[in-house]
């Protein structure tokens, strides 16, 4: 005669299950962690990029409705709200302010 035997439900995982889970997971972050450190920077020169861009092409309006360049600090440009209404950017990679070289037209330095 065969007896009915009852299993109990596992209750856990065993100890080469979690050894295995946790291996899993160091393998990921040891390959997903330098990505995202990297892309980081990327983004913050990426933004100094565009910001620099946006300078140039306000100080060349301004050039055009008033006469000259805008000063090398940039502050009478800055001040005014029909340029940059959210005030003077700063350099998001360094937190560095922006000048300007009415020269060449250009935002000096930022070359990251």
């Known amino acids: 005669m065969l007896r009915n ?7 856990g995982l065993s100890l080469l299950e979690l050894l295995t889970v946790v ?16 892309s980081s920077d990327d983004a913050k ?6 910001n620099t861009g946006n300078i140039e092409i306000q100080a060349a309006l301004w ?7 805008p000063a090398a600090d940039l502050n009478d440009i800055f001040a005014d709200t029909k340029y940059f209404p959210d005030g003077a950017p700063v350099c998001p990679f360094d ?3 922006y000048s300007f070289d009415a020269a060449t037209g250009e935002v000096d330095g930022h070359t990251h």
């Open 45 to 50: 020169a990426a933004s100094c990029h565009i």
């Open 5 to 11: 035997h009852r299993h109990r439900p596992r209750r």
């Open 23 to 38: 291996l899993l997971l160091g393998i990921i972050a040891v390959i997903a962690v330098p990505r995202f450190m990297g």
């Open 63 to 69: 050039q055009r409705n008033k006469g000259s360049w």
């Open 95 to 97: 937190g560095s302010s």
